[in-house]
């Protein structure tokens, strides 16, 4: 028998591909979105908006998912210090009080490694976090801990995803990294990179997304980075990809970056020992296969014209 899930953010570039694995693995997967449902793909689309307390409450009452898997949040330019923040932390715990009252049993949200402190080792789960540099990293703290008494207390299994630096080329906002990248080299626009120096721990969506199926599927309990352990410098990453769609001359770099972490990694022990999940993609292999999908759709675009 299928098991009933809450996918909300399924429309994001996360939620894509999430969305995909659940269907193959034979959830049946509700989701809520503001703007009109996209025909079939066996998802079940629910018009509303999850700020909105009233529809969370009735969606949970006409659903009663078994599983809440919670992706959505607000990821438009100047998120990080948007009062926006706020209005999804109570959207967060508004949907884990009507998940828990409508029988829930297995919720995961997420969050960021935008939450640690500074370290110039790998970051582990029970590291020290710094919420004062952004509205965004407080907030998903706070809903975190509130989400894990919640739950705890009201006999809910919750895990809390921390991500590392999310890379994929679908859906993605054009003021995000990969989206400037495509932008710029879509239009042969010079593009200044600031920070070149920066060492990260990029991610590629396909192996984001089925740690998290993997981790909801679980009965691993707590937070969980979802990362490589491996630290790539952005000046690396960028001209990795520029080289592959042969854009390498628009590259601007700029050393510009004192107010910023210069490294950030991750600790995979959690991740690969108890969730069972084993990163599958170097960011070479990622990057190729969004070359690949860039090139493609360059091709047709000029075909067409």
């Not at 009663?64 to 607000?74: G, I, T, V």
């Not at 706070?142 to 999310?166: C, D, K, P, Q, T």
Request: with cysteine; hydrophobic share 35%.
């Amino acid at each position: 028998m299928k098991k009933r899930i809450l996918l909300t953010g399924a429309s994001g570039c996360i939620g894509r591909y999430v969305r995909e694995i659940l269907l193959q693995k034979e959830f049946e997967v509700y989701a809520p979105t503001r703007r009109e449902s996209p025909a079939g793909g066996g998802i079940h689309w629910i018009k509303g908006d999850i700020l909105d307390g009233t529809f969370i409450d009735r969606m949970m009452a006409g659903i009663k998912p078994e599983c809440l898997l919670h992706l959505a949040w607000n990821l438009e330019e100047g998120h990080y210090q948007s009062n926006k923040n706020y209005s999804f932390l109570s959207s967060g715990i508004r949907l884990a009080q009507a998940f828990a009252e409508n029988g829930g049993k297995r919720a995961l949200y997420i969050g960021s490694f935008a939450e640690y402190a500074t370290s110039d080792r790998p970051l582990k789960e029970t590291d020290a976090l710094d919420l004062d540099q952004t509205h965004y990293a407080f907030c998903k703290h706070h809903l975190h801990e509130i989400a894990e008494r919640y739950f705890r207390v009201n006999g809910v299994s919750f895990g809390y995803a921390r991500i590392s630096f999310n890379f994929g080329a679908r859906n993605i906002h054009r003021h995000r990294f990969m989206g400037l990248l495509l932008e710029h080299f879509r239009n042969d626009q010079p593009l200044v990179i600031k920070g070149g120096s920066l060492l990260r721990d990029f991610i590629y969506v396909k192996d984001t997304t089925a740690a998290l199926v993997q981790f909801l599927g679980s009965d691993v309990e707590g937070t969980v980075n979802i990362c490589t352990g491996k630290a790539t410098s952005t000046k690396d990453f960028v001209t990795l990809f520029a080289k592959k769609v042969g854009k390498e001359h628009l590259l601007v770099f700029k050393d510009d970056c004192a107010d910023q972490v210069p490294i950030q990694f991750g600790d995979t022990t959690r991740l690969v020992k108890e969730v069972g999940y084993t990163p599958r993609y170097t960011v070479e292999q990622g990057l190729s296969e969004i070359a690949e999908e860039f090139l493609k759709a360059e091709k047709e675009r000029k075909t067409k014209n």
